[in-house]
T-cell receptor
Framework: GAVVSQHPSWVICKSGTSVKIECRSLDFQATTMFWYRQFPKQSLMLMATSNEGSKATYEQGVEKDKFLINHASLTLSTLTVTSAHPEDSSFYICSARDPGQARGEYFGPGTRLTVT | GENVEQHPSTLSVQEGDSAVIKCTYSDSASNYFPWYKQELGKRPQLIID?????GEKKDQRIAVTLNKTAKHFSLHITETQPEDSAVYFC??????????FGKGTHLIIQP
């Protein structure tokens, strides 16, 4: 199946700083990537849809100025958590669709963010 | 938007028995219904999926059924094994949108 990587796998940052998370499709080109957030013992919640070459589409309740998304190429999308606060601590997972395959989304390994 | 309900939240079955997890969805435009298995601290792994033009799909011990009219779909695991213990998520979507996930079912296989 298609491979999606994420970096870093975990990060600890201080409150008020910014953190950038990268999501890459390794063996296919993804015009669309998705960013999800998962709090402990909860389900995945879609945050935004990242479209190559255009602005991201954010879900209701997700602050676009706080969670900056850049999809600069067909294999890379980045999520920057700006001015992070402890309540932003979560598991952030990206996914990508391989247009060449009939199956759906392939998830990255996730990034565990802890804001102190 | 789409809303996905998943039941039960916890399911405990004896090893060797079958497990069934059910989901309902609200958006009739959804046409893709995957099931994911997630172990603690790891990414969700796609285990089976079904599209709206099919009513049932089977892959060894795992099967999924879809009732478009009633807007519900189910995951069936037969001959359960200890390694089946995990959290299972159903999801619904399709088109250009991301997936909407159910809240998850914690499946516990009792030895």
């Amino acid at each position: 199946g298609a491979v999606v990587s994420q970096h870093p796998s975990w990060v600890i940052c201080k409150s008020g700083t910014s953190v950038k998370i990268e999501c890459r499709s390794l063996d296919f080109q993804a015009t669309t990537m998705f960013w999800y957030r998962q709090f402990p013992k909860q389900s995945l919640m879609l945050m935004a849809t990242s479209n190559e070459g255009s602005k991201a589409t954010y879900e209701q309740g997700v602050e676009k100025d706080k969670f900056l998304i850049n999809h600069a190429s067909l294999t890379l999308s980045t999520l920057t958590v700006t001015s992070a606060h402890p309540e932003d601590s979560s598991f952030y997972i990206c996914s990508a669709r391989d247009p060449g395959q009939a199956r759906g989304e392939y998830f990255g390994p996730g990034t565990r963010l802890t804001v102190t | 938007g789409e809303n996905v309900e998943q039941h039960p939240s916890t399911l405990s079955v004896q090893e060797g028995d079958s497990a069934v997890i059910k989901c309902t969805y609200s958006d009739s435009a959804s046409n893709y219904f995957p099931w994911y298995k997630q172990e603690l601290g790891k990414r969700p792994q796609l285990i089976i999926d079904i599209r709206s033009n099919v009513g049932e799909k089977k892959d060894q011990r795992i099967a999924v059924t879809l009732n478009k009219t009633a807007k519900h779909f189910s995951l069936h695991i037969t001959e359960t094994q200890p390694e089946d213990s995990a959290v299972y998520f159903c999801a619904a979507g399709g088109g250009a949108d991301g997936l909407t996930f159910g809240k998850g079912t914690h499946l516990i296989i009792q030895p």
